[in-house]
């Protein structure tokens, strides 16, 4: 494959053709900020925090979907790109509410981390705020929509599962908002509760219900497992606090690494210190189950059991 | 130190002699501090009236250089009130009578007429001294860095001997010392007359241990050459070259442009630092070494505590550990040295190093070892000369007070001495560089007495020229009743005030000490 | 001394008397929440977050400084005290800034770790004023907001307490109440010292190492614990780590200095990567330095020093080691003079 060479701030770098100025910086070892875009996932373009400097180019464009040519020159930290980043954080923060104090994701939000980074401490806009009740209505999946930032990723991590495209953007203008079809809250719809977007969304709208109160990002230390339910080999994180293991989380989903609850839960079960009793829907409502159930063994259990009568 | 830092704060009484505790060694300032609320007596001899002076129940304002008068004049009312413990000097010292027969000359009247200490001060510091459960002393540069140094620390020894304030908790005789490993270079024989935990080169013995361990050609017998010697052979055409691993001296020692006049004359230089430094711009080869941060190995602090430094960020650029390069050195000449870590090398030491034997990065890793520590199992020793003295009776050396290599003249009227502030360190190699401290003390100053500056028609914030008969330095003036009349006082921390052009290069005879706390200057002010 | 038994939680402990019920409960591994108290600093009892439920006590009473008692039984989260912990920390946050966002002591806050805790997402029912003083950040050192200081008094006892020199106290009264030097003024013009040891003991982010807490986030950085490399007292502290340079430096409880440091040591840390520092050997060629490889300049030393070792004698070389090495180089450099070269002609500046 040909390849293009570009210099970003003033580095020299070599990319194959094809290649976004995102990944080129990248591989250059430089940071570039990103909401929407996951390597993993279609191309999206939507946030725009990625915006960099090309001169020649009619505006600053998004280098998570420009591709890099022949002798472009970038700049990724210019004041114009410093500035229209430091804008649309005071944009986002304008309807976002400011309780990192007590919120699930503190710590490991790239909202707050961009807004560390380029020292926006609140908003200048003032405007309407959503005040949107929050979505408990499962055991798995708690939503704060009032914190979400329309970057999309959910949405397009569930579209990617065959069937699956539970969730979708919904309304216009102010008023869109992430929803199952006919705005339902989640446990009402079809949702697996796999929590793929749960490990892809960027801020705290999508937190694990199952580590809520349990303790903050910065006390766990993440330990990588892979599940062996079935072949697909999703990878998972233990998370360890004072030595105990307290939750399973999701890592990054990926091609043919579909994420599934029976796999989530079935990791709780083998490797947590306390873990919680697992919960499905049954006639409608979710209800506590045996973990055989929950993890579809009532069958080979029975079969067992027949065995020893024997 | 004799005694661990921790003690500091349960004496019952302190002298603090030649010491700004609490700006150059804060946190043991702190200490001295924690005595004083808690009701410990403090009395602190200084020409200056320093910050840890105004903490005193007493500060004895001396002329500078009389320590030993001072010292001894304690003495003298201790021993002729009858209140020195005569259990101690019995069981524990010889030579008492030869102390006694030099002190006795000293009266408080006496000693009165040479420090400019009234009489009813000594009489009464000397009462609370001996008076006191625990007493201890606590000494820096004010004291070693005289042309009678070395004498002003037996004159310490022997009040202590004296009053049998040695070899128990909270007491002793204790010198602060000043720079991070100064303790740890002398430990390991990085000195001419001693090889590692102070075995004499001089010796057969040492020699050959040392000579089969590390397997090389004889070590010589007589003791290499000091710092200023070095300097003063480089000037002459003995030394033609010279290796400095992090050291300069050409703001660091005295009669600094001597000191860089007498590099330039080598025929090779090599330095080894993280900056380029005055010392390293004279230089044939630079060899870049990596910072604390960049490195493994031990700090050996004032109180003989050896401790751990770890590696925390890989070297900048380039840079190497300065125990990596001198291993390659060593090589490149032909000598194979190489170890795997600096903890391979503690072993080495610790194999040729009694005081350190049982002194291990395994027990390091659970916390700081205070030698002599003997053996793998042995806790190590905070409180030295405890039942007994390393040489068996301690010896009282009396001693006479001498003054200073230079008193002030016609021409140069003024006493000029140096020491350091708080924000900044040494030569401000790395203090100058922080991004903070710099900003924060960003200026030099001489302090000098109202009355003196009323004199040379000097105001505060003037520019003024000090002049000794070596050499010349710009600096403002800071009127100030922190230094008495006679004398000013400024740091060596400020390359644009490299007051070290002007200090006086005369040595103690037997340490090689310059005599940094004396030397005598006029003030002019610049028109 | 006589000991005192007592049950906390249900739970049988013995301790010495005159211990408070939060050291007995410690000893038993019951975590109590505190603000105002410090085991090195003497207690006050003013933040009330410690209480405890004592049977037949008159109301709630502080852990910190209640002794244990013979007999006592103790309820350390029985609702009445979850209830007034809430309370504490809702009114609280009725005037403290909501912007953890950015704050520096974010993930390293007591106040955060304690509403997380105990379920408090704000001020909730308390409504009243909020301070607005102004960001005092004129020093290079510490940056003071005293928006976020709850009145702990912390930092006034441990200026008093630990560094002796009682800078800052309260000033003023009532809801006016804040911390400051005589005169209320900023701390660059009082008599600190900048040692820092009023940021190592504050629970919130009223007091900030300036230039740490402005690069890095608590948990981002990783903390190598090691000796400090200027004055001779050998003080032990953290250096702070992120991306592989030091950012800060922080007290750890060391041996020599416990949590206290001074001005230099906590900091003096940015020479390590001053754009100053030599990052490769240079050679002088026709009296100007020229960047070198490390094979070439190592082989020139090596050859002038063997030369004049072998031609002039090894005394015509002289060696000069460090104060601020370590010990193994010092030792390495002394092996170097008396076993590579020949002569014992090494010192260092000891006497400096």
Known sequence: MASVTLTINGKKVTVPRGTTVLDAAAQAGIFIPTFCHDPEIPRFGACRICVVEIPGMRNLPASCVTEATEGMVVETESPAVVEARSTILELLLANHPMDCLTCEKNGDCRLQDYCFRYGVKGSGFEGRQHSYPLDDSNPYIVRDLNKCILCGRCVRTCAQVEGRAVIDFAYRGFDTKIAPPMDTPLGESDCVYCGRCLAVCPVGALTYKRMAGKGRSWEYDKKPVTCTFCDSGCQFNLNVKDGKIVGVTAASPGPGRPLCLKGRLGLELLYCDDPQAPELKKDGEFVKVSWADALGLEGVLDKMKKLEGK | MTNPIGDIAGADFILAIGTNTTESHPIIGLQVKKAVRQGSILVVADPRKTEVAELAKSHLQIKSGSDIALLNGLANVIISEDLYNKEFVAERTEDFEALKSVVARYTPEYTEGITGVPAAAIREVARQYAGAKNA????????????????????????????????????????????????????????????????????????????????????????????????????????????????????????????????????????????????????????????????????????????????????????????????????????????????????????????????????????????????????????????????????????????????????????????????????????????????????EYLEINPADAARLNVQDGDMVRVTSRRGSVEVMARLTDIVSEGLVFTSFHFPEVAINKLTNPARDSISKIPEFKVCSVKVEKIA | MADVTLLINGLQVTVPQGSTILDAARQLGVFIPTLCHDPELTSVGSCRMCVVDVKGARSLVISCATAAAEGMVVETESPAVMEARKTIIELLLANHPMDCLTCGKNGDCRLQDYAYMYGVKDGGVFQGAVHQYPLEENNPFITRDMNKCILCGKCIRACAEIQGNNVVDFTYRGFNTKVAPAMDTALDESSCVFCGNCVAVCPTGALQEKALRAKARSWEVKKVNTT????????????????????????????????ALCIKGRFGFGFIHHQDRLTTPLIKKNGQFVEAGWDEALSLVAEKLGSLRDNSGPDSIGILSSARCTNEENYLLSKFARAVIGTNNIDHCARL
Not at chain 2, 145 to 150: A, L, V
Not at chain 2, 219 to 235: F, M, N, Q, S
Not at chain 2, 353 to 363: C, F, H, K, L, V
Not at chain 2, 424 to 439: F, N
């Open chain 3, 228 to 259: 400090c490399p200027y004055c001779g007292t050998g003080c032990s502290f953290d250096l702070n780590v992120k991306d592989g340079k030091v950012v800060g430096v922080t007290s750890c409880d060391g041996d020599v200095n416990g949590r």
């Open chain 2, 136 to 443: 201890t002393i606590l000494y820096t540069m004010g004291i070693t860095q005289h042309i009678c140094g070395t004498h002003n620390v037996f004159a310490i020894a022997n009040l202590a001997m004296l009053c049998g304030q040695i070899g128990k908790p909270h007491s002793g005789v204790n010198p602060l010392r000043g720079q991070n490993n100064v303790q740890g270079a002398c430990d390991v024989g990085a000195l001419p007359n001693v090889l590692t935990g102070y075995q004499p080169v001089a010796s057969d013995e040492a020699r050959a241990k040392f000579e089969a361990a590390w397997g090389c050609g004889p070590i010589p017998a007589k003791p290499g050459l000091t710092v200023g010697e070095l300097l003063e052979g480089a000037d002459k055409g003995a030394i033609k070259g010279m290796y400095i691993m992090g050291e300069n001296p050409v703001l660091s020692d005295p009669d600094a442009d001597h000191a860089a006049h007498s590099l330039k004359k080598l025929e090779f230089l090599v330095v080894q630092d993280i900056f380029l430094t005055e010392t390293a711009r004279l230089a044939d080869v630079v060899l870049p070494a990596t910072s604390f941060a960049e490195k493994d190995g031990t700090f050996s602090n004032t109180e003989r505590r050896v401790q751990l430094i770890r590696k925390a960020v890989e070297p900048v650029g380039n840079s190497r550990p300065d125990w990596r390069i001198i291993c390659d050195l060593a090589c490149a000449l032909g000598y194979t040295m190489k170890y795997d870590s600096p903890a391979d090398i503690m072993k080495e030491i610790a194999s040729v190093t009694p005081s350190y034997a049982g002194i291990s990065y395994e027990r390091l890793e659970k916390g700081g070892i205070q030698w002599p520590c003997p053996t793998a199992d042995h806790p190590g020793t905070p409180v030295l000369h405890a039942g007994k003295f390393s040489r068996g009776l301690g010896k009282f050396h009396p001693v006479e007070h001498v003054p200073p290599a230079e008193t002030p003249d016609e021409q140069y009227p003024l006493v000029l001495s140096t020491g350091r502030r708080r924000a900044h360190y040494h030569t401000g190699t790395m203090t100058m560089r922080t991004g903070a401290l710099e900003v924060h003390y960003s200026k």
